[in-house]
């Protein structure tokens, strides 16, 4: 119960019970960098991203679509599942419990989901990942869903955009999901052979095995301004090397600066960015 919620039954006292004051739960957002209080409707009127700080809050693969295709307006692709729990994968509860409770949580069949629409009249595929989906983790299902999204690319003479949230491989899968990781970048290659643009973004966070693998091929690589981007954390190097690391270590900036990627973007200018860019990889690729 958030601050708000609590004050609700005052404020309606003081109004004489003329009329009611309901407040959602979820009305409010606090920021994780200035602690500010958020209200959601006008947050989400400005892409998640606080006007006190300008972080780039969570948001959610479909807000991330209907920001981007024309109108809001898209076709959600499914992928193919596969065997779920192959090892039987229990700690504090079993895989599948944890697995049905994301699901549940966010109303997506896996970590991934695959849109299809128009980008200022260009016809483009998408793929958002879900940090909130079990951490983003790649699994077996993840794999075939860049396969997927690449075959229906490629059937389509699309683009192909990915948008990167992830702590690293699903470990409930163990090699399992080890082996979606050259899936994944074979599914990249499938892009490549077809002539077709292969863009990146990433977001905060963006680490493990998703970082190395499909989250560097990219023909260009964007981010967020000041995404983390690593394979391991900042927390387990420093432990590791035994040294204080600079400042806005592996950082968007940081990693901008010493070339590992390309540009970064503000997630309001996103789309019109996007757009120019894909404007002239097909020309090129034309």
Known sequence: MNWITKLAPKIKSILGGKKSLKVADNSWVKCSQCQTMLYSDDLEKNYYVCPNCDLHLYIHPRTRMKNLFDEGIYEEIPYPTVQLDPLNFKDTNSYKEKFKEAQAKTEMQDAFLIGYGKMKGIST????????????????AGAEAMVKAAEHAISYNTP???????????????????????????????????????????????????????????????????????????????????????????????????????????????????????????????
């Open 125 to 140: 595929t998408v793929v958002a990942m879900n940090f909130k989906f079990m951490g983003g983790s790649l699994s077996s």
């Open 160 to 286: 192909f955009i990915m948008i990167t949230s992830s702590g690293g491989a699903r470990m409930q899968e163990n090699q399992l999901s080890l082996q979606a990781l050259p899936k994944t970048t074979i599914a990249v290659q499938m892009v490549k052979d077809a002539k077709l643009p292969y863009i990146v973004i990433l977001t905060d966070p963006t680490s493990g095995g998703v970082t190395a693998s499909f989250a560097m091929l990219g023909d260009v690589t964007i981010a967020e301004p000041k995404a983390l981007i690593c394979f391991a954390g900042p927390r387990v190097i420093a432990n590791t090397v035994g040294e204080t690391l600079p400042d806005g270590f592996q950082r968007s900036e940081f990693l901008l600066d010493h070339g590992f990627i390309d540009q970064i973007i503000h997630r309001k200018d996103l789309k019109d960015k996007l757009v120019n860019l894909l404007s002239l990889l097909l020309k090129r690729v034309a």
